[in-house]
């Protein structure tokens, strides 16, 4: 199995600012035969389920705000919020779609500082 | 698309936890969709349990840490699919989750999510 590790495991950032999160994977997860990074992140907020914020490890799902970027490439990746916003208060994961199993990372809390 | 999951949220241990996604919107047997079930849990964080696909024919995969307890069908007649989980102890008590397996491999959109509580 491909293991997903997220860090830091929580973050309190300054709204306004940036606030960024990491994702390592235990094997790339670049495809060969497209080129494509098959690397998702999410947001979850209580009481609802995870919405895909990020696809192929930088392309924005649709209505997501640009604030939100995803960068990375092999077994690196990040995801970052250049200015915070009150709304941004969830949980982040990642997830790896290379392989069955599919895996996701163990999150990362975001807050407000 | 909307995924519409129902079933019981409290199962007896050693029996069989039973959750059924209705689907809108799309169908079960696209050529570039597949169909899964997730959970999610303190312990054990999101886990992706399975999926099951049309390809010219039904393809099924599981994770191995519950394949011989899983069992996830399609229904056409219904357009919808199930998930089947036997044998189930206190450590399968989760939120669990339908979602859509996109083209752009990734998962969107998500049921409700179901509670689902092991316990006599």
């Known amino acids: 199995d491909i293991v997903m590790t997220q860090s830091p495991d929580s973050l309190a950032v300054s709204l306004g600012e940036r606030a960024t999160i990491n994702c390592k994977s235990s094997?790339?997860?670049?495809?060969?035969?497209?080129?494509?990074?098959?690397l998702n992140w999410y947001q979850r907020k209580p009481g609802q389920p995870p919405k895909l914020l990020i696809y192929w490890a930088s392309t924005r799902e649709s209505g997501v705000p640009d604030r939100f970027s995803g960068s990375g490439s092999g077994t690196d990746f990040t995801l970052t919020i250049s200015s915070l916003q009150a709304e941004d208060v969830a949980v982040y994961y990642c997830?790896?779609?290379?392989?069955?199993?599919?895996?996701f990372g163990q999150g990362t809390r975001l807050e407000i500082k | 698309v909307q995924l519409q999951q129902s079933g019981p949220g409290l199962v007896k241990p050693s029996e069989t936890l039973s959750l059924t996604c209705a689907i809108s919107g799309d169908s079960v047997s696209n050529n570039g969709a597949s169909w899964n079930w997730i959970r999610q849990s303190p312990s054990r964080g999101l886990e992706w349990l399975g999926r099951t696909y049309y390809r010219s024919k039904w393809f099924s995969d599981y994770a191995l840490s519950v394949k011989s307890r899983i069992t996830i069908n399609p229904d056409t007649s219904k357009n919808q699919f199930s998930l089947q989980l036997n044998s189930v102890s206190p450590e399968d008590t989760a939120v669990y989750y339908c979602?859509?397996?996109?083209?752009?491999?990734?998962?969107?959109?998500w049921g409700q999510g179901t509670l689902v509580t092991v316990s006599s």
């Open positions: 997830q790896q779609y290379y392989s069955i199993p599919i895996t």
């Open positions: 094997q790339s997860i670049l495809k060969s035969s497209d080129k494509k990074n098959y």
């Open positions: 979602t859509r397996g996109m083209s752009v491999a990734a998962f969107g959109p």
